[in-house]
């Protein structure tokens, strides 16, 4: 039986757990908080670091979708693209090897993201002089331009996203997500 809560969107009762959203509408915040804490009651978890955690990821998505949509789209870049330039912008020529890891995906996925950039007249890919089984990426002067244009609009936008910090609490977020990933580098050394 369908009912509508305090913001208006219709749910439906589970038979056993929480209430459901109607298909093809969102959960607010709070409301998955609630049903989280449902479904976990009385199980010994560690919830500060899920909420972290969890945080981060929703953080991300978010801000990910964001910039696709406002910053990116006019350029029809999507943020996988975009990463993949910016390392090429910030790094010169490089092994595609190399791209991969930095943007932090794999080798197939870079694949046709430079094709992408390529047919657009962005990248230029070329086989490396000292060993065919490799490749080298730079950025075609259309794509050096984009990157000047474009990477101060995407920062105003992450100044926008970040405007409800103070620049200390901006550099203590960034140095505290910087720990984490520094603590599973360091596992994945060992």
Excluded: C
């Excluded at 000292?130 to 990426?137: F, H, K, Q, V």
């Excluded at 794509?143 to 100044?159: Q, T, Y």
């Amino acid at each position: 039986m369908a009912r509508a809560t305090p913001a208006g969107k219709p749910v439906r009762k589970a038979a056993d757990g929480p209430a459901v959203l109607a298909p093809g509408e969102g959960h607010t915040l709070a409301e998955t908080e609630r049903a989280v804490a449902q479904r976990l009651a009385g199980m010994e978890l560690d919830l500060p670091a899920m909420a972290v955690i969890q945080n981060v990821y929703r953080a991300a998505g978010t801000i990910r979708n964001h910039l696709e949509r406002t910053v990116l789209a006019p350029h029809e870049l999507s943020w996988t693209g975009w990463v993949v330039l910016w390392v090429v912008w910030i790094w010169g020529e490089i092994e595609t090897r190399h791209v991969a890891t930095e943007a932090g995906i794999s080798k197939g996925t870079l694949t046709g993201v430079v094709g992408t950039l390529q047919s657009r007249g962005l990248v230029v890919r070329r086989t490396h002089p000292g060993d065919a089984r490799r490749a080298l990426l730079s950025l075609t002067p259309r794509g050096a331009d984009l990157m000047v244009d474009l990477f101060p609009r995407l920062n105003k936008e992450e100044g926008y996203l970040t405007a409800s910090l103070s620049p200390e609490e901006a550099t203590e977020l960034a140095r505290k997500l910087r720990q984490i990933v520094e603590q599973l580098e360091a596992g994945a050394a060992s």
